[in-house]
């Protein structure tokens, strides 16, 4: 699949990439494509390593006359976001990405595309394979799970690297070079609810929430899309208030670090209330579809009859748990004072499920709070922390991560921005990312490491919408190779 790939330049890099699409490679599922790079990196003497947690470093000797220069890390990782269009059958962890070029961009069929971290990961494996470019000593570094908790990352085994110089290549901006990102933490709630029987001349409908962007959790955050979480609890609530619904299941978002796309919830209705809720429906949908008119064009609010289920929630626990939903901290919380145009503290309400597992309602929820100041992390974890406290939730933080401080003064940012300015015949915009980069985690593990971030241009990351620009890549490829032959000496 994807041979067409091959044909698009540098050919070297499409090639890796083709090859990443066609493994599949969701986070949790990276061993095939580990495996399969171990295979072609012994096929070509090239020496690796797997540490405890699975990450891979492929280590290629400098090229001749290079042997002095400072050995760099090329790092990415291996895993990609899994989420498709609703009614697509596709399995991310059996089936190949379906590509297709729509007006000089890669994109996928009804799926993301991976190009986020693959063209990072295809960069690296063409420096390996390449002996047409010249280099210093060089450490890839393929990280794992980093999509859902940075857990290749944060459990990255210390001392193993010897380079000293990292570049990361999971940036998604042509023209910019990031010299820090935000760091963050996983908001995990739990709980269960009181179950009674639906009465029996109710009708069930299914309601839902759908047509939205969604997109990166921090890349994306800020530029005002709605979340189908937000949405749908906010329409739960005026209907709750008006007592027309009982509520029977909640399913919203897949990934706590993408914006939720979709919701779906089901609601019980007496007969004699069912045209008020068709109605009021009706007239949320036009609310918000004004109110996110020049974002969210494809908005729509769906009102379907299903099969009536056989228990509903009982209407107190009903009420706690969707006052708990709209409290919840959600969007951009403070924009940095030093950083112009830069979130400094935002949460994404990313998760959303509420089903009957025997007897009872089983709720649970991901919210993932991101900061470029560690502490801020923290003070509005703990917000959500309590709100969903209030009403006897077991909330824990987890994979918490810390931020990435930017050092303009570092040599590795000169040497970036000078060669850039030679090859791309501008300069280059030195920026802070609202984005849980490896490079914190890393630098922390390895102090002294110089670090910048670097890519070509992706748009729609995290969601159905992702696509690759053609024409970028073969600059990014210029210029990885450019910094690599004018690496500093040790």
Not at 359 to 371: E, I, Q
Not at 411 to 428: T, W
Request: proline fraction near 3%.
């Amino acid at each position: 699949m994807n041979q067409y790939l091959e044909d698009l330049e540098p050919k070297i890099v499409w090639k890796h990439f083709r090859t990443l699409c066609d493994t599949p490679r969701p986070s949790f599922h990276e061993a095939q494509l580990r495996n399969n790079l171990i295979e072609w990196s012994h096929a070509r003497g090239l020496e690796t390593y797997v540490d405890p947690c699975g990450n891979l470093i492929i280590r290629k000797n400098a090229s001749p006359g290079m042997e002095g220069k400072a050995t760099v890390v090329l790092q990415g990782h291996l895993d990609m976001v899994a989420q498709k269009n609703a009614g697509v059958e596709h399995d991310f962890v059996k089936d190949p990405i379906a590509t297709h070029i729509v007006e000089g961009w890669v994109t996928a069929k009804n799926t993301t595309l991976g190009a986020d971290n693959g063209i990072g990961v295809a960069a690296a494996l063409a420096v390996l394979e390449t002996d047409d470019i010249q280099h210093g000593p060089i450490e890839a570094l393929f990280t794992i799970e980093e999509e859902t908790s940075l857990r290749g990352a944060l459990e990255l085994e210390e001392g193993i690297l010897e380079g000293r110089l990292l570049l990361n290549l999971d940036s998604e901006d042509r023209g910019d070079v990031y010299i820090g990102c935000a760091g963050g933490v996983d908001i995990n709630i739990d709980q269960t609810f009181n179950a009674q029987a639906t009465s029996s001349d109710d009708h069930a409908f299914e309601l839902s929430v759908k047509g939205l962007k969604g997109g990166h959790s921090g890349l994306d955050i800020h530029k005002g899309r709605a979340s189908a979480n937000v949405l749908l609890s906010k329409l739960l609530v005026k209907l709750n208030d008006a007592n027309l619904i009982s509520i029977a299941g909640f399913n919203g978002g897949t990934l706590r670090n993408a914006i939720a796309r979709e919701a779906v919830a089901s609601v019980c209705v007496a007969p004699e209330n069912i045209e008020q809720v068709k109605a009021l429906v009706k007239q949320v949908e036009q609310q918000m579809q004004l109110e996110f008119a020049a974002i969210e064009t494809k908005l729509n609010l769906n009102l379907v009859e299903i099969e009536t289920p056989k228990f509903v929630m009982n209407q107190a626990e009903q009420k706690a748990i969707i006052n708990a939903l709209i409290s919840a901290p959600h969007g951009v919380n403070r924009m940095s004072t030093e950083l112009e145009g830069v979130t400094e503290t935002s949460c994404n309400f990313g998760v959303i499920d509420l089903k009957l597992e025997q007897d009872k309602f089983a709720f649970s929820a991901c919210l993932l709070v991101r900061s470029l100041i560690d502490e801020a992390v923290f003070d509005l974890a703990r917000v959500a922390q309590a709100v969903f406290e209030q009403i006897g939730a077991n909330v824990s933080l987890e994979n918490d991560y810390p931020g990435w401080r930017p050092d303009p003064s570092a040599g590795l940012l000169a040497h970036f921005l000078q060669v850039h300015k030679d090859i791309m015949g501008y300069e280059a915009n030195v920026k802070v990312i609202h984005a849980g980069l490896e490079c914190g985690i890393i630098g922390a593990k390895y102090q002294g490491m110089e670090m910048v971030s670097f890519g070509p241009n992706i748009r729609g990351a995290h969601s159905p919408d992702e696509r690759l620009e053609i024409d970028s890549v073969n600059d990014f490829w210029r210029l990885l190779v450019s910094v690599l032959a004018q690496v500093p000496n040790k």
